[in-house]
Structures are given as structure tokens and as C-alpha cells.
């Protein structure tokens, strides 16, 4: 089945320093790779997503994510982070042959002034 | 911009008792999905529904969920009989294609306690 896996619980960066968000998947066939932010009180919203040709991805906020096949990676990233990205983010993935999404646990991303 | 919306923000309800979560999707939208996160947990999908009847449901979605899509702008989802571990957040999503290269819009979520 294709999954994601984020393995941290908590990225804590001080305001004004690069962000990264990690995510490995695991799929058959070409990937299709999203990455969703939860503000709190709020619904999931998309930020970008991998389908295929550059590995580097530009989305919304100023976040880019990076697809790295050879370690199965797409780690979402910002070059400066600021206080308002604190927020919950999640990697996901269609399921193959349809579009159920199955999502990494999740990331609580705090930036500190 | 248009944006998947959620009613109530809030339910509480007794076990056993029936709830219907409601949605509105984005209107030129014509699959509908519903996904749930148990706090703490990841999010988890439910189901799919596209032409008027479910295409994909998960092992979770058992005989106590159902969905509908009443009028041409909402779209439920009911739980017939509510059990403790139904707490959840429960989301709303829909997206303009079947494909799974395209992206899914979430409403802000229904927070449902069964006490």
C-alpha cells in the first residue's frame, strides 16, 4: 500500500531560520506527493504537491519541497521561517488507482521568535 | 476563493444517540470525501463519493456511517449510532477531478465528543 512517514514529532526553529519538514513514502509505481498545513482551528490546506518532472516543487507561503527518488524522500522546506508557519503539517499520498489520501502523522512545526 | 465549508464546528452527543455531520463543497466540485482524526492520530479517510453514490470506503466506514447528498450543494455524513471511540474531527474534503494527481480541499472540521 502506498504510505508516508514523517519521522519527527516536533521541528522547533527560531524565526528567520531555514525550515525542513521531513517525509519518506513508500509506493509503487510514480509517486504523487502532497503536502497539507493545519493551522490550529482550521481544515487541512494544500501547499504544493510532486507529480512529475522538476524534483523541486514551489508552493504557497514560500514553502518548496524537494523529491529525492533515490531516498525516497520530499521533505518540505522554507528558506526563512516565520512565526505565523507555526502550525500542524502533514505528507500524503493517493492511494494507486484511486485518490483516498493516506497522510504521515504529522508534524508540529513551532517557530520561535 | 472558494472554500469547503462545515457544519457545526462542534457536536456533542450522547453514545447511542444519531448525528449528521454537514458539508458544503466547493460548487463545481463533483467528488466528495470524508476523513476523520482521532486526537492525536493521523487523519484517516472514511469515504469517497462521486455520481450520486459511494466509490471507495474504508474499513472504518462500517454499517453505522452512511453518506448522502441531499440537494445539489451538501453533502452528510450520518452516524447512526454513536459510539465513544466516534470522537473525532471529522473532515469534509472535495476536489474537482477523480485523479490522483489532483489536489483535495478540506473544510475546517467538525469536532464531534460522544460522551
Known amino acids: 500500500a502506498q504510505s508516508v512517514a514523517q519521522p519527527e514529532d516536533q521541528v522547533n526553529v527560531a524565526e528567520g531560520n531555514p525550515l525542513t519538514v521531513k517525509c519518506t513514502y513508500s509506493?509503487?509505481?510514480?509517486?504523487?506527493l502532497f503536502w497539507y498545513v493545519q493551522y490550529p482551528n482550521r481544515g487541512l490546506q494544500f501547499l504544493l504537491k510532486?507529480?512529475?518532472?522538476?524534483?523541486l516543487v514551489k508552493g504557497s507561503y514560500g514553502f518548496e519541497a524537494e523529491f529525492n527518488k533515490s531516498q525516497t524522500s520530499f521533505h518540505l522546506k522554507k528558506p526563512s521561517a516565520l512565526v505565523s508557519d507555526s502550525a500542524l503539517y502533514f505528507c500524503?499520498?493517493?492511494?494507486?488507482?484511486?485518490?483516498?489520501?493516506?497522510f504521515g502523522k504529522g508534524n508540529q512545526v513551532v517557530v520561535i521568535p | 476563493e472558494p472554500e469547503v465549508t462545515q457544519t457545526p464546528s462542534h457536536q456533542v452527543t450522547q453514545m447511542g444517540q444519531e448525528v449528521i455531520l454537514r458539508c458544503v463543497p466547493i460548487?463545481?466540485?463533483?467528488?466528495f470525501y470524508w476523513y476523520r482524526q482521532i486526537l492525536g492520530q493521523k487523519v484517516e479517510f472514511l469515504v469517497s463519493?462521486?455520481?450520486?453514490?459511494?466509490?471507495?470506503k474504508s474499513e472504518i466506514f462500517d454499517d453505522q456511517f452512511s453518506v448522502e447528498r441531499p440537494d445539489g450543494s451538501n453533502f452528510t455524513l450520518k452516524i447512526r449510532s454513536t459510539k465513544l471511540e466516534d470522537s473525532a474531527m471529522y473532515f469534509c474534503?472535495?476536489?474537482?477531478?477523480?485523479?490522483?494527481?489532483?489536489?483535495?480541499?478540506f473544510g475546517p472540521g467538525t469536532r464531534l465528543t460522544v460522551l
Open positions: 509506493v509503487s509505481g510514480n509517486p504523487y
Open positions: 460548487s463545481n466540485h463533483l467528488y
Open positions: 463519493f462521486y455520481n450520486n453514490e459511494i466509490s471507495e
Open positions: 500524503a499520498v493517493p492511494s494507486y488507482g484511486n485518490n483516498r489520501l493516506a
Open positions: 510532486y507529480i512529475t518532472g522538476d524534483n
Open positions: 474534503a472535495s476536489s474537482g477531478l477523480a485523479s490522483e494527481n489532483n489536489e483535495q480541499f
